[in-house]
């Protein structure tokens, strides 16, 4: 009979260490997840910001008013980022009334790159080398309101600290081919876009 007794206050021992260990697990797990969304919320907070689109220059692959995050932590430019740039930076704020507007654009070089664009053929080279955009929303010709730097036409050597980027909705866009933009200072980049938050069936990486 004792030894009946002994056992079954083993048991709810075990069930009690079983249970206790259970919920300190789950708390520890809890506390995980909580520091790990505090943690973001923090970075975010300091480092990033939501950027809302504002135009037809990246159509196809952003639209108009879509919600980016963007964030400059450690980043330097890559082939193909988008990037948002402080217009007021820019010739173009002055001219056509984008101040405080931030301009957002995809990198196609970096300082050093030589960029030629056939305007007839609707092809960007880089280096030499063809460019595979599959990105753009048509070929890339001279939007008859653009105004266009003639050193753009034939050849551009990209200058140090500065990018040259392109809309990719090249014949509604405004970008390194004019010379109200022209090559941007590196320092005037906010930051890389990441992710999409809005419209919400689109969220995503970019």
């Known amino acids: 009979m004792d030894k009946d007794l002994i056992q079954e206050n083993s048991e709810k021992s075990d069930n009690g260490d079983r249970k206790n260990r259970f919920f300190a697990e789950m708390f520890d797990w809890i506390s995980s997840i909580f520091s790990a969304i505090l943690c973001f919320v923090i970075i975010f907070w300091l480092f990033a910001k939501i950027i809302t689109v504002d135009g037809q220059s990246m159509v196809p692959t952003l639209q108009d008013q879509d919600r980016l995050i963007v964030s400059d932590l450690f980043y330097q430019p890559q082939y193909g980022d988008i990037v948002v740039v402080y217009a007021d930076k820019l010739h173009a704020a002055n001219q056509d009334n984008t101040h405080g507007k931030p301009i957002i654009k995809r990198v196609i070089g970096l300082e050093g790159d030589t960029i030629r664009i056939d305007f007839y053929n609707g092809i960007v080279?880089?280096?030499?080398?063809?460019?595979?955009?599959?990105?753009?929303?048509?070929?890339?010709?001279?939007?008859?309101?653009?105004?266009?730097?003639?050193?753009?036409?034939?050849e551009v050597t990209v200058e140090p600290g500065k990018i040259f980027v392109l809309g990719d909705n090249r014949n509604n866009s405004t970008d390194s081919r004019s010379n109200k933009v022209g090559q941007v200072d590196k320092r005037y980049i906010m930051g890389k876009a990441y992710v999409r938050v809005w419209p919400f069936n689109q969220f995503g990486l970019m």
Do not use: K, Q
């Open 125 to 154: 080279y880089r280096n030499g080398e063809a460019l595979e955009e599959d990105y753009t929303n048509s070929l890339t010709n001279i939007p008859e309101d653009m105004v266009v730097n003639e050193n753009y036409v034939g």
